[in-house]
């Protein structure tokens, strides 16, 4: 049985993709620890969980690297994995923040606004690195979203931050907390279902055992 596929599977990453991985690590690894204390030390939900998608994104990456010199099959498998996890962390992030609601919880803003914009810079270079690779396959495709999201929730955070001064109310922070909740179901379900056809297109074009041994 001839295989009705219209390429190849790829059987190397794009140029330089590994080394943008590399440095998208780097980068998501560093911030997850700055923001991490950073939202302990102010209470800010969206900061929180701009925190915990830099250490979601730091294992997406990872797993990316891990993944990176094998088939389709794989990397779709992985980008499959990936998608689940965005989503889920959305999920986590809207609970949270219902959470915070009925506590009452107020956060500082200057903190807030001074991390974000850290925050920004770092994610804004980090999208720009891997900029070129948003058209690739779903595995190439979930990292360009977690990065793009990712410099969307920092503008959000300064945001909140500003919000929060103004009102001295926790409400801007909760409402941008469940903005980047939505930006990571929504992105999740995106990254699944390229994934799936991925993952589809791959068997499809696996010669069959039976047909290789024939000859």
């Known amino acids: 049985m001839a295989c009705s ?3 190849p599977e790829p059987k190397s990453p794009a140029p330089g993709f590994r080394k943008a991985l590399w440095i998208a690590l780097a980068v998501n690894l560093a911030m997850f620890l700055v923001e991490g204390f950073a939202s302990l030390q102010s209470g800010s939900v969206s900061l929180m969980a701009d925190a915990i998608d830099f250490f979601g994104d730091s294992a997406n990456y990872l797993l ?9 099959l794989w990397r779709g498998r992985a980008a499959f994995v990936k998608g ?4 889920t962390f959305g999920l986590v992030v809207w609970f949270r923040a219902v959470w915070v609601a009925q506590s009452g919880i107020t956060p500082e803003p200057l903190t807030m606004g001074a991390v974000g914009l850290l925050a920004l810079a770092a994610n804004v270079g980090v999208a720009a690195i891997l900029f070129r690779f948003r058209e ?33 109310s926790a ?4 409402i941008v907390a469940a903005i ?10 995106s990254v699944v279902r390229h994934a799936r056809k991925d993952i589809t297109e791959a068997r499809s074009c696996r010669v069959p ?3 290789e041994n024939a000859h």
């Open 5 to 7: 596929c219209s390429a």
């Open 64 to 72: 990316s690297l891990s993944v990176l010199s094998m088939g389709m």
């Open 84 to 87: 689940l996890t965005m989503a």
């Open 136 to 168: 690739g396959d779903s595995d190439m495709r979930s990292v360009w979203l977690c990065s793009r999201n990712d410099a969307i929730s920092n503008i959000a955070v300064m945001g909140a931050a500003l919000g929060v001064f103004g009102t001295g």
């Open 171 to 174: 409400w801007p922070d909760l």
């Open 180 to 189: 980047m909740g939505t930006l990571a179901v929504t992105a999740g379900v």
């Open 209 to 211: 055992p039976a047909t």
